[in-house]
């Protein structure tokens, strides 16, 4: 089971971007038993929790990035998905997916990058 890591890119602020995390290799009655994250980390720093989303469904977003990001997932296919909308510079970061607990070993991530 690995974690795939998808849809970062180079965008404008205020601009916006949909991540994607495929779990690869995982059955589905795995994936439906685990909360799903979402992280970012920037170069010198902690990674950091950004969002998340129960296995139930409930979600929960760290503060600065309340209202602006969107966690999602489709069980089915076995994806978490985080849109972000209203990018500012301070939101480029390699974007990471994980679940909870027991995390997996981390995928590679995605480079989102915002600027003029």
């Known amino acids: 089971v690995h974690l795939v890591e998808s849809g970062g890119g180079l965008v404008q602020p205020g601009g916006s971007l949909r991540l994607s995390c495929l779990v690869s290799g995982s059955i589905l009655s795995v994936f439906t038993s685990y909360d799903m994250h979402w992280y970012r980390q920037v170069p010198g720093k902690q990674r950091e929790l950004v969002a998340m989303i129960t296995k139930s469904g409930t979600t929960n977003y760290a503060d600065y990035v309340m209202g602006r990001f969107t966690i999602s997932k489709n069980n089915s296919r076995k994806t978490v998905y985080l849109q972000m909308n209203s990018l500012k510079p301070e939101d480029t970061a390699v974007y990471y997916c994980?679940?909870?607990?027991?995390?997996?070993?981390w995928g590679k991530g995605t480079q989102v990058t915002v600027s003029s």
């Open positions: 994980n679940r909870y607990p027991d995390n997996l070993p």
